[in-house]
């Protein structure tokens, strides 16, 4: 399952794809956690220090070898050059598998242990975004490498990855917004926190894409009435404010998320096991967000018309775990 963690800055993104993370790795699941926000974060979040964050690999370095790797003999794609972070996989193209032997897992992912007994987390990250990233053109753009990974990526049952995105609506200016089982949109129980949700939720519908509300920094039954009031029934649950989370950003270890939280991530994470998968409509998104950008400026870009690079053989079954 892909899931990933959008909302207002400061809303609590990172601390919740952490926690979730830490929850899912707890009960056995093969977790990849993605930082795919300006300011990296979530490797903190993890518990690893400062050292360790600075040295984790930046997938946005290593995007011509990621597709050379990606494209393997793919006639359709000519060179690394050629293809975007939309280009979607076809006849030759490789296909990852969570936690697989292939240059994602393996050169940019680093085992995080977050319990003992617990598989160890794999932890990818952007690296921190430049003014250069920033542009609307998108075309050296780090969280290009995450698309490039999920367009690529089965996912079979047992096996998350969890994406910390960046705030506001910047996930929705290319495809990668689609690439989720589900969106899950944390959301302060304020009118701002309450105002990205309705921004979200036209855009997700749109598009078919589902997500679902989580609350957070919640204190008593007046926040989880106003967070009814003004989102209904995409909320799933929500987080109280935490003096757990806080004993953590002070550098405690020894800490028992509260029972309250712990049933919030617990309900998050049935909600997020009974998500059908469509591949079918995975890759129909993921043909439609080359098209579009293709038209918009990849095809300027390169200097080639990309939707040759579009296999029409190639269907959502070739995604389906075996
Ligand atoms: N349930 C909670 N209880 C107490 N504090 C919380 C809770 N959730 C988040 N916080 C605190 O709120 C602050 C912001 O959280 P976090 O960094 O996770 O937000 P974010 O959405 O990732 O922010 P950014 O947009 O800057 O990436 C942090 O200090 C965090 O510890
Ligand atoms: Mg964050």
Not at 61 to 72: A, M, N, T
Not at 86 to 94: C, M, N
Not at 103 to 110: E, I
Not at 299 to 310: K, P, Y
């Amino acid at each position: 399952m892909k899931i990933a963690f959008v909302g207002k800055g400061g809303s609590g993104k990172t601390t919740l794809s952490a926690l979730f993370v830490r929850h899912l790795a707890l009960r056995g699941r093969q977790v990849v956690a993605i930082d795919a926000d300006i300011n990296q974060h979530l490797g903190a979040a993890l518990g690893l220090d400062e050292h360790q964050t600075a040295a984790l690999p930046s997938m946005g370095e290593h995007l011509s070898e990621l597709k050379d790797y990606l494209r393997g003999d793919n006639p359709r794609i000519t060179s690394s050059a050629a293809m975007v972070k939309t280009t979607p996989p076809g006849a030759g193209s490789r296909l990852l598998r969570v936690g697989g032997d292939d240059p994602f897992h393996t050169k940019l992912a680093t085992e995080v242990r977050v319990g003992a007994g617990s598989p160890d987390v794999a932890l990818m990250a952007t690296g921190p975004f430049t003014e250069d990233d920033l542009g609307v053109a998108c075309y050296h753009s780090k969280t290009g490498a995450v698309e490039l990974y999920l367009n690529h990526l089965v996912d079979g049952p047992g096996e998350y990855v969890v994406v910390d995105m960046t705030a506001g609506a910047d996930t929705f200016a290319s495809g990668l917004f689609t690439r989720f089982d589900l969106l899950v949109l944390v959301a302060e129980p304020t009118w701002k926190g309450v105002g990205v949700y309705r921004q979200y939720v036209d855009y997700a519908a749109d598009y078919d894409v589902a997500i679902s509300v989580v609350g957070n920094k919640v204190h008593g039954e007046g926040d989880v009435a106003y967070l009814r009031e003004h989102v209904g029934g995409d909320l799933l649950t929500w987080m109280e404010h935490s003096a757990a989370v806080r004993a953590l950003e002070q550098g405690r270890g020894d800490v028992t998320l509260e029972a309250s939280n712990e049933a919030a991530l617990a309900c998050l994470l049935d909600a997020v096991d009974v998500r059908p998968k469509d591949w079918p409509k995975f890759h129909r998104q993921a043909v439609e967000f080359h098209v579009k950008n293709a038209r918009s400026w990849a095809n300027r870009a390169v200097g080639e018309d990309l939707e040759a690079q579009i296999d029409p053989d190639f269907t959502g079954e070739a995604y389906r775990p075996q």
